[in-house]
């Protein structure tokens, strides 16, 4: 593991302590859930669940997972034996790749991909084969021949993350057929990352790529509560997929941590219930934080382009007269008093993301607003 570091995330947070910078690189809101979720986890630590909860996860948990998949998407998980809780979405990740890469098996992602996948791939021995995603008419996508082109008898799974990290591209049906006609040819498992499921624009819905013909047998289906609902700190995560995948992601999750967080299953599960309303207006309170932060930076001299889900935006930064995103984030603490996050690093092929930096706008107004007028030092605007 020599090669991975540090992450981006962990050393773009310390420059902005270190220079008190406002940090607009890793992605977690500034303010807190639903209350009366927090109050659900302080009532079930003060009651008592303090024990280790079994192993596939909280009942209670599982239920509420299982009904919020069959409400939002039609589909229905059995909570005893389809559906798994999982510390956050990444040891989801890890485990399903754990589980079902062979050493020398490919997994396909698409590049910029979120970082945690490539580790999880080295963990496994398997080897991750990147799908680049480029800006089409202002929105980032895939070329399907490309896709096509990447499988090879190697190929064991495809890792599909919509609402995606970091360009803000929510994958349409077409593009999830692509993928779809893809795995079922090649006989692929797909795992989907949807950890931004709720966190889509301007009317865009998410779809999960499960709901497709012939794709919930062979989809991993993973999200977590971090983003849903502001408790990026919770790290409560689960797996919805067929017996037989989620019983192998099990055999490895138990050797992870076996089990976790066994007061914040008790209150996700109250969220996932209960708090879809709440959700629902930080859906468009993010909406209109994506739209004040994207004019900002527009006027502060970017190229701006417009995700339609996550808490990102991508900008070019080559109308100021930069060229290289990881050289300007770590001057930008120095020469604007901003932390962001360089798209480059989340590629295998990082010339081809250089001129891109992500910006996370799920912060208060005025911290994107001061944000923003400093930003403006870059150009003098
Ligand atoms: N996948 C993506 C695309 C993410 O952006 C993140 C960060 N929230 C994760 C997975 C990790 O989620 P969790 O915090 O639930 O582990
Ligand atoms: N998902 C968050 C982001 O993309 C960060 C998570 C992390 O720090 N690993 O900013």
Avoid at 2 to 12: L, S, V, Y
Avoid at 26 to 38: N, R, S, V
Avoid at 178 to 192: K, Q
Wanted: net charge negative.
């Amino acid at each position: 593991m020599r090669g991975f570091g540090t992450t981006i995330f962990a050393e773009m947070s310390a420059l902005a302590v270190q220079t008190g910078s406002i940090n607009l690189g890793q992605g977690f809101p500034d303010t807190d859930g639903p209350a009366a979720m927090l109050d659900r986890a302080i009532q079930a630590i003060t009651s008592g669940a303090n024990q280790y909860p079994p192993g596939p996860g909280t009942p209670e948990l599982r239920r509420a997972v299982s009904e919020h998949r069959a409400e939002h998407y039609g589909l229905s998980y059995d909570p005893a034996g389809e559906i798994l809780i999982t510390v956050g979405a990444t040891e989801a990740v890890a485990a399903s790749v754990l589980a079902l890469c062979e050493p020398g098996d490919e997994v396909i992602a698409f590049e910029p991909y979120y970082d945690s996948y490539a580790a999880s791939i080295a963990l496994a021995q398997a080897r991750l084969v990147a799908v680049t995603m480029r800006p089409v008419a202002g929105r980032f996508t895939f070329d399907p021949d490309e896709l096509r082109a990447a499988v090879t008898p190697r190929t064991r799974a495809i890792l599909v993350n919509s609402p995606h990290n970091p360009t803000g591209t929510v994958f349409t049906r077409e593009e999830l057929t692509a993928i779809a006609d893809l795995c079922r040819e090649r006989d692929l498992v797909a795992i989907t990352d949807e950890v931004y499921e709720h966190l889509t624009f301007d009317g865009v819905e998410h779809i999960s790529l499960a709901t497709l013909p012939g794709m919930r047998e062979r989809t991993v289906a993973i999200s977590s509560a971090g983003k849903t609902f502001s408790v990026t700190g919770w790290k409560t995560g689960w797996v919805c997929a067929p017996a037989p995948l989620v019983t192998a992601v099990q055999t490895v999750k138990q050797f992870l941590t076996f089990t976790a967080s066994a007061p914040w299953q008790l209150a996700v599960a109250y969220g996932l219930r209960q708090e879809l309303e709440w959700v629902a207006a930080l859906r468009s309170g993010l909406q209109d934080k994506r739209d004040r932060l994207m004019e900002g930076l527009a006027a502060a001299g970017f190229e701006v382009l417009r995700p339609a889900g996550t808490y990102f935006v991508q900008t070019d930064i080559r109308p100021l007269g930069f060229a290289d995103g990881l050289e300007l984030t770590r001057r930008l603490p120095e020469l604007a008093g901003v932390v962001a996050i360089p798209t480059q690093v989340f590629y295998d092929h990082p010339e081809r993301g250089r001129h891109f930096v992500r910006f996370a706008f799920c912060k208060k107004d005025e911290v994107i607003d001061e944000a923003v007028t400093r930003l403006k030092r870059l150009s003098g605007a």
